[in-house]
């Protein structure tokens, strides 16, 4: 069973900056791929950014050039990197493991508030 915790939610006015962590229990070159999504109330959950084991990024377009995904292979980790924060990027966000030959995992998921 992979187990992966996320950290680094909170409330921050727009404008503002937070560094979400999600740490697995397995080693990383296991997993394909990283990826964080989020679910804002009433909401369907979306995509937000993911990472391939070969580095690959991608964004949806409404993070484009305000947040980065990253991953340290040291750490077994993966982290988001929002700058630029708007009330609209409110939502629970979840980190998502899609680990070779065993499926995908997801999170507990973190809420992240920005405030007008």
């Known amino acids: 069973q992979v187990q992966l915790v996320e950290s680094g939610g909170g409330l921050v006015q727009a404008g503002g900056s937070l560094r979400l962590s999600c740490a697995a229990s397995?080693?990383?070159?296991?997993?394909?791929?990283m990826a964080w999504y989020r679910q804002a109330p009433g909401k369907q959950r979306e995509l937000v950014a993911h990472i391939t084991s070969g580095g690959t990024t991608n964004y949806a377009d409404s993070v484009k050039d305000r947040f980065t995904i990253s991953r340290d292979n040291a750490k077994n980790s993966v982290y988001l990197q929002m700058i630029s924060l708007k009330p609209e990027d409110t939502a629970v966000y979840y980190c998502q493991a899609a680990v070779w030959g065993s499926g995908d995992y997801w999170g507990q998921g973190t809420q992240v508030t920005v405030s007008s």
């Open positions: 397995v080693s990383i070159f296991s997993i394909s791929v």
